[in-house]
């Protein structure tokens, strides 16, 4: 349904945002991605469980997906997690996504090949509500890591994003914080399919938390790969960050509203 015709049946009282997230826009998709590393020292880190900076694949492969805790099992059922979702994209860019029954400390391969891990969430767990330990998703041939849940947080904080084929990202809005009284330093970075890591925003705080809104959207096209580090000037203190975004169909460029 177009804008025209929403506009029509008296829906445009409801603002935009919400006209999106209510599907009444089919080619618009609203989401926040966020990042957290507990750890972030004078070198600059990626924003996730895991700490360090990604790296990132350069075709797709399946994943091992393991937990810390052998509580963390499907079958038989542990006390911790029991299934997980994993969701990303595959080598031409497509989303995939798949559910894992867990085997605590055992590798389980997935079915799906993937060149980016966007999320991973616990989708069941036992008695203890979530998961046990950490749960890791290791490329099986590059055998680095590409996501990590953290124990009892049930759904990874990975602040890396791509965005998939036929879509343009526009993200709005930008929020970024530390622990503790020190200065941080923190660069979103963007790579356009086939170049080079860039720059696109510098933010120096103190503050716990900053919130960046723009008028004049980042927009990112498909392939595309975003991020946000940050390095501290003294000790070593959690950091975190959101972006806002939405996720737009590239038909919708070259059609009119």
Known sequence: MGYRKIAQEGYQKIPFNIQVALGNFPRYKSNTKFGYNPSVGSTQEDLWFAGGVLSYLTSAETMNIASGSSDDDGSPEGSGAHTITIQGLNGSYQEV???????????????????????????????????????????????????????????????????????VCIITAIDVGVGGGTDAVFRYKFRPFGEVFRTQRLIITRRQSSLFKYDDPIVLDEKSDFTISASVASGTPACSCSAEYYLVDKREQNESV
């Not at 991973?120 to 036992?126: I, K, L, P």
């Not at 009892?152 to 036929?166: C, H, M, S, Y």
């Open 97 to 167: 996504q798949e559910v894992v029954t867990l085997n605590g400390m055992n590798n389980v391969e997935t079915v799906n090949s993937y060149l980016r891990v966007l999320r991973m969430y616990v989708n069941s767990a036992g008695a203890g509500g979530t998961n046990a330990g950490n749960i890791t998703a290791t490329a099986s041939s590059a055998a680095t890591v590409q996501a990590q849940i953290q124990a009892g947080e049930a759904q990874t904080a990975k602040i890396q994003f791509t965005v998939p084929a036929d879509k």
